[in-house]
């Protein structure tokens, strides 16, 4: 969901602005998952009586960021729950809250060389997961063995990890584009790797989104790589690893040709909060309207495949978001859709990849049916993205709308 905008709003709106932040996928807190969830309704009715109405509710006294500070776990793709705690900050960004610097290279070191695959990111899920199905990051090993990973001390005690972590590089490359992903993960003893957080960078964006700058080549360059808003415990026994590389695929697009940094810096900036000794804030229970009262004629169904083809090296991603198909009892009406992704690359051909998606809504009562497919494909060479997109509607089964759709558009550093 929205990672970064609630703590955005908190530390920047000068109007009466509270945030609550927890462990959810992008559903409403009364019903969303991974649990606990929360009274959100009652919440936002306190809310809006007093700015609203002008009813006295003591929402101006809450605290002015609430955060779930979720324990670690064993990494999954689906995690229905997540133990924690909640945390309360009376003021945001919170003067409770310290910096750690950590050098993640000592001085005198030989650059760390990075040079992934253009693969590297096939175990960060979702960027926007929202079906209750797959679409957390996995165990993380998988793209640490594609990146360069400073593995930190084991952890004497624990630490709890609230804001957004963020890493001050300098390196080099051998292109005029670059990109680069910093990864903060926790180690079990076992070896077993869960994101934290994760921030990305196009290193002609360093100084300006607005301006960028083409990197020249072998001169090395400072930036700053700003992770995501995190509330995150690691236990005692566990270790940080901060994973760099300069592919992250499917989440961003690759550069247009094979790249190599040369690390010659990088300092960890993490923050800590005082070890939460229990919850510190605490919520009604959830509240809800009757349920929509439907028949179910297909059940949902999200499933999501890796396939690498050995002869050609090509890695496919393929996710299929089935949401079903029900009937509402009052009226009758059917409604279904289906969402299907691929995803695919060649390791080494950053000119390989392919994004497309297909989804697919139906509507029907009573032997009347329409039916829309909506379709669309990314690809790229050196100097443009082209896009194809295509839709078609149907009633029953006749074709009764069709549009094609092109676009070719310059790359400009990206």
């Not at 609550?20 to 969830?37: L, M, Q």
């Not at 236990?235 to 760099?244: D, F, K, M, T, Y």
Request: charged content about 25%.
């Amino acid at each position: 969901g929205y990672r970064n905008t609630i703590s955005h709003l908190a530390a920047n709106i000068e109007a009466p602005v509270k945030g609550i932040v927890g462990p959810w996928i992008h559903k409403y807190p009364h019903y969303a998952a991974p649990e606990p969830r929360i009274g959100f309704l009652q919440e936002a009715l306190r809310w809006w009586d007093r700015w609203l109405k002008g009813i006295e509710t003591g929402v101006e006294a809450d605290p002015a960021y609430r955060a779930y500070v979720m324990d670690s776990v064993r990494p999954a793709r689906w995690h229905p729950e997540r133990p924690g705690r909640w945390v309360a900050e009376l003021v945001w960004p919170s003067p409770d809250i310290e910096i750690q610097d950590i050098e993640l290279i000592a001085e005198g070191s030989k650059p760390a060389i990075v040079a992934s695959p253009q693969s590297c990111g096939l175990a960060g899920g979702e960027y926007f997961p929202f079906t209750f199905g797959p679409e957390l990051p996995g165990d993380q090993r998988p793209d640490d063995a594609l990146s360069v990973c400073f593995d930190q001390p084991v952890l004497t005690e624990a630490i709890d990890i609230v804001g957004a972590p963020e890493v001050s590089v300098r390196v080099s490359s051998d292109r005029r584009q670059a990109n680069i992903a910093i990864r903060l993960c926790d180690v079990h003893p076992d070896g077993a790797s869960e994101l934290i957080s994760y921030g990305v960078l196009n290193l002609t964006h360093r100084n300006s989104h607005e301006l960028p700058q083409a990197l020249v080549p072998g001169e090395a360059v400072n930036a700053r790589v700003v992770l995501d808003q995190c509330a995150y415990r690691v236990p005692s026994g566990h270790r940080l690893r901060i994973a760099v590389s300069n592919a992250y695929w499917p989440m961003i697009w690759p550069s247009p040709e094979p790249v190599r940094l040369d690390l010659s810096a990088a300092t960890l900036k993490l923050p800590l909060r005082p070890l939460a000794q229990g919850d510190e804030v605490a919520f009604p229970t959830p509240e809800a309207a009757a349920p929509w009262a439907t028949e179910t004629l297909r059940a949902a169904n999200s499933e999501r495949h890796v396939n690498c083809d050995e002869k050609t090296g090509m890695t496919t991603l393929s996710i299929v978001d089935d949401f079903g198909e029900v009937r509402d009892l009052e009226h009758g009406l059917a409604n279904g859709s289906i969402a299907r992704e691929t995803w695919t690359i060649h390791p080494d051909d950053p000119l390989s990849a392919s994004g497309k998606t297909h989804w697919t809504q139906t509507l029907s009562r009573n032997g009347w049916s329409v039916r829309t497919e909506s379709s669309a494909e990314m690809r790229c060479d050196a100097q443009s993205f082209m896009v194809h997109a295509r839709i078609e509607a149907y009633e029953g089964e006749k074709l009764v709308f069709e549009r094609n759709f092109e676009e070719s558009i310059p790359r400009n550093l990206l």
